[in-house]
C-alpha cells in the first residue's frame, strides 16, 4: 500500500448535514486528490492540492470544500450533503513530475446520503 | 480538454482467450496514459503506464498516437483478471488524471 488511510470507511448521513472525509498519507507526497467513483461516471475529480494551502477544483466541485493544514492531511467536507453526493470517495496522492510519478489510491470512503 | 473513451461497460471472455480492452483519448498535446485496475470493491491499484513500456501480470499496452489509442492487451486470461479496469490520461498541471468510465472485465471458466 501507497501509506494513505482513508476516514471514515463507511458513513452514513441524512440530507443537509455537513461531513467531512479525512485522508491521512505518510509518504510525504506534494500532490493530494480527491475523487468520487460512481456507475457509468467513472472517476472524477472533486478538488486537489498541490501543497499546504495550495488547492484547486476537479471537475465536479460543486458542493465541496477541501482543506490541507499540513502536508500529510487532506480533508473533504460537503457543506450540506445531498443524495447527489452518495458515492465512493477516494483520495490519492502523487509525488509530481509528471509520469514518472503516476497517483496512487486509498481504500475509498463508502458515503451514503439519506 | 482531454477526454478518455472506454467503449465497452463489460467484456466476457473465457480463461485462456485473449483479452482487449479499448481506450482512446483525444488530446491535443503529447499525453502521459495508465491503465489502472479495480479488485472488487478495492483500492484501484496502477497496472500500467506508457512511458515505462512493461508488462504487468501478462497484460501490455501500446500508445498508437495515430489512432489515438492505448489498448490494453494480454494473450491468455485468466480468473483472476476478472476486475474494473480504467483507462486515464494525465494532461495539463496538477499532475492530474482524466479518467474513462471503465470496464468490468469478466473471465469465465
Redesign the interface.
Known amino acids: 500500500d501507497a501509506g494513505i488511510t482513508q476516514s471514515p470507511r463507511h458513513k452514513v448521513t441524512e440530507t443537509g448535514t455537513p461531513v467531512t472525509l479525512r485522508c491521512h498519507q505518510t509518504e510525504n507526497h506534494r500532490?493530494m486528490?480527491w475523487?468520487r467513483q460512481d456507475p457509468?461516471?467513472?472517476?472524477?475529480?472533486i478538488h486537489?492540492s498541490?501543497g499546504v494551502k495550495d488547492t484547486?477544483k476537479?471537475e465536479v466541485s460543486d458542493g465541496y470544500s477541501v482543506s490541507r493544514s499540513k502536508t500529510e492531511d487532506f480533508l473533504l467536507t460537503l457543506e450540506s450533503a445531498t443524495s447527489s453526493q452518495t458515492s465512493v470517495y477516494?483520495c490519492?496522492i502523487?509525488e509530481?513530475?509528471?509520469?514518472?510519478?503516476?497517483?496512487?489510491?486509498?481504500?475509498?470512503t463508502r458515503l451514503t446520503v439519506t | 480538454a482531454q477526454r478518455v473513451t472506454?467503449p465497452e461497460?463489460l467484456l466476457s471472455v473465457f480463461k485462456g482467450a485473449p483479452v482487449e480492452l479499448k481506450c482512446n483519448y483525444s488530446y491535443s498535446g503529447s499525453p502521459?496514459l495508465?491503465w489502472?485496475v479495480q479488485y472488487s470493491r478495492?483500492?484501484?491499484?496502477?497496472l500500467l503506464?506508457?512511458?515505462s513500456r512493461e508488462s504487468i501480470k501478462g497484460f501490455t499496452a501500446d500508445l498508437n498516437k495515430g489512432e489515438t489509442s492505448f489498448h490494453l492487451k494480454k494473450p491468455f486470461a485468466q480468473e483472476e483478471d476478472s476486475a474494473m479496469y480504467?483507462c486515464a490520461l494525465?494532461a495539463g498541471g496538477?499532475?492530474?488524471?482524466?479518467?474513462?468510465?471503465?470496464t468490468q472485465l469478466k473471465v469465465e471458466l
Open positions: 500532490y486528490y475523487y457509468g461516471h467513472g472517476l472524477r475529480l486537489y498541490y484547486d476537479g477516494f490519492a502523487s509530481g513530475g509528471a509520469g514518472d510519478s503516476p497517483l496512487h489510491f486509498g481504500n475509498g | 472506454q461497460k502521459e495508465f489502472y478495492q483500492r484501484l491499484q496502477l503506464r506508457h512511458i480504467y494525465m496538477g499532475n492530474k488524471l482524466t479518467f474513462g468510465t471503465g
